[in-house]
């Protein structure tokens, strides 16, 4: 009697976009490959408002103003 290997039902692959303004035209093109079913682009995290302010402070992006006129001039500079 013969052995026959069975395909697997389905599979993943992972590609690394540079060029995140192709992603559209990538999408439709891998589409359009024989056996593809479906091509989902995973969406990054959204965070709140507040997170986003807490992850400013731990990376730095936090400018200091002696007043309100030197906050203007920072912000006009």
Same mark, same amino acid.
């Given at each position: 009697?013969?052995?026959?290997? @069975?395909? #697997?039902?389905?599979?993943?692959?992972?590609v690394n976009i540079?060029?995140?303004?192709? +992603?559209?035209?990538?999408?439709?093109?891998?589409?359009?490959?024989?056996?593809?079913?479906?091509? @989902?682009? #995973?969406?990054?995290?959204?965070?709140?408002?507040y997170e986003q302010?807490?992850?400013? +402070?731990?990376?730095?992006?936090?400018?200091?103003?002696?007043?309100?006129?030197?906050?203007?001039?920072?912000?006009?500079?």
């Amino acid at each position: 009697m013969a052995h026959v290997a @069975t395909m #697997p039902v389905e599979g993943q692959i992972l590609v690394n976009i540079e060029d995140m303004s192709m +992603i559209k035209d990538i999408k439709k093109a891998i589409s359009l490959l024989k056996g593809v079913g479906k091509v @989902t682009v #995973p969406r990054s995290k959204r965070y709140s408002s507040y997170e986003q302010s807490l992850r400013d +402070i731990e990376e730095g992006r936090v400018y200091e103003a002696k007043d309100v006129d030197d906050l203007f001039n920072q912000c006009l500079a």
